[in-house]
């Protein structure tokens, strides 16, 4: 019992065994992420082996990309999990924790990158997807690495559960087949529920889900046509897997050095505001790609596109923990990347179809890009008016009454002096009535 009340008493680290979650995490990325990514190097030889057009082609990344994402299926039994942990083991460097764990994703493609094409040229595309499944066997020395740890503010839900458990099998004793069973289970289902889902009714999260699926939509093609795109202008297939190493190793330093820097004294209240600069940066690379038609200028745009999709992909869960805190981040986490799976199964498939029906490349970059900028506008135009209603709150309570403090937690306002005021009265009140009596 003393262990169990230590546990529930417990601080985020900060360091500590957090630093091996963190590396769990890491290698897990690599495993999921960057493993995911490297399947466009399979692209071209699967077109080629099934003779499809673009569209077809595609939905091979799309469902395993989309796989990936779903919580519950494939690998996000391990990603969603390993990500929601490196939140419950850091507070104060939670960005930087975030970004390192992140990293994995662009050290897996610039290692794997070549590999893979190598692997293909050496025991064809079957003998490569054979050996990469063999590696993705280490996401089970990951898993032995995440040790659960209770914090202070979920020290009431096991008590809960506790309760819920012991009631529960009490009545089921009594009277297996019971009614009153059957409605108390329903009770505590549903109230386990509403509280570790309450965030989705929150506007906040709301807003965060509708830009995240347009986000999604713009970030999944890329990774899927820059290997062709770059064949079709003439650049050759280890340049064009080179293109895909360039990516992932600024994506490396995009997740360390964005995560470091959110997490400074100066930016440390507007890492909101960065996630946004840095999907509206990805965005405007996409309008730019459909302009760079060599290796020269493709090799600049990897740089760009890459360092910007570490920054936002590392701010993803620091801005989804500021939205509905530690206690359900790991189950906000969840939504989030099941959101992610629904344009990362779609967007391919249409882009290929842009791709089939045009005869370029132009309008499914266009389509991302717009769809990218969107989602940053849309969560920036959420954050101005959320801002400006609080200021309006504010002047009125300032004009009604000088000495009103607003407290404000989304529309609901506190009067705090006005409520000390009436305390002091009382308790002067009492202390000359009894200085009466004596």
């Not at 466009?40 to 469902?63: K, L, M, N, R």
């Not at 990362?344 to 370029?360: E, Q, R």
Request: proline residues 4%; hydrophobic residues 45%.
């Amino acid at each position: 019992m003393a262990k169990v009340n230590r546990a529930r008493s417990t601080s985020p680290p900060d360091g500590g065994w957090g630093w091996m979650i963190v590396a769990g995490c890491f290698l897990v990325t690599i495993c999921t992420r960057a493993v995911t990514r490297c399947i466009s190097i399979f692209f071209v030889e699967f077109q080629t082996y099934f003779s499809q057009d673009y569209a077809q082609t595609a939905w091979i990344h799309s469902i395993v990309d989309c796989v990936t994402m779903l919580c519950g299926l494939g690998f996000a039994l391990c990603y969603s999990p390993a990500i929601a942990m490196v939140g419950k083991y850091f507070s104060r460097r939670k960005a930087l924790a975030y970004g390192i764990s992140m990293s994995g994703s662009g050290i897996g493609i610039f290692i794997l990158a070549p590999v893979v094409q190598l692997l293909i040229e050496q025991f064809s595309w079957r003998g490569a997807l054979l050996i990469l499944g063999g590696f993705v066997l280490n996401l089970c020395v990951c898993g032995a690495l995440m040790r659960p740890i209770t914090l202070k503010e979920d020290h009431s839900t096991p008590e809960q559960n506790h309760v819920c458990r012991t009631q529960t099998q009490d009545l089921k004793q009594g009277s297996p087949c019971s009614t009153w069973t059957k409605k108390w289970v329903h009770t505590c289902l549903c109230g386990s529920l509403q509280q570790e889902y309450s965030f989705l009714l929150m506007s906040d999260f709301v807003v965060l889900a509708i830009s995240v699926l347009f986000m999604a939509y713009g970030c999944s093609p890329l990774f899927v046509y820059l290997v062709p795109y770059a064949l079709s202008v003439g650049v050759s297939h280890q340049q064009a897997a080179f293109l895909m190493s360039i990516l992932g190793v600024i994506d490396i330093i995009g997740n360390i050095t964005f995560g470091w820097l959110t997490d400074r004294r100066c930016l440390k209240n507007y890492q909101y505001v960065c996630y946004l600069f840095a999907v509206g940066l990805d965005g405007l690379c996409y309008l730019c790609l459909p302009m760079l038609q060599s290796l020269p200028l493709l090799v600049p745009f990897a740089c760009t596109f890459g360092y910007f999709d570490g920054a936002y992909v590392t701010l993803i869960p620091v801005v989804t923990a500021e939205i509905v805190g530690t206690t359900s981040l790991s189950s906000a986490l969840g939504v989030v990347y099941f959101l992610h799976a629904v344009p990362y199964l779609v967007s391919p498939p249409i882009a290929g179809w842009l791709v089939d029906t045009t005869g370029s490349y132009t309008a499914a970059f266009l389509l991302c890009g717009f769809s990218m900028i969107f989602s940053s506008v849309l969560l920036a135009f959420a954050r101005l008016m959320k801002k400006m209603k609080k200021t309006q709150l504010r002047f009125l309570a300032k004009e009604s009454d000088p000495k009103l403090q607003l407290w404000t937690n989304g529309s609901v306002a506190y009067s705090v002096t006005r409520e000390l005021d009436q305390r002091d009265g009382e308790s002067v009140a009492i202390a000359m009535l009894g200085s009466n009596l004596t």
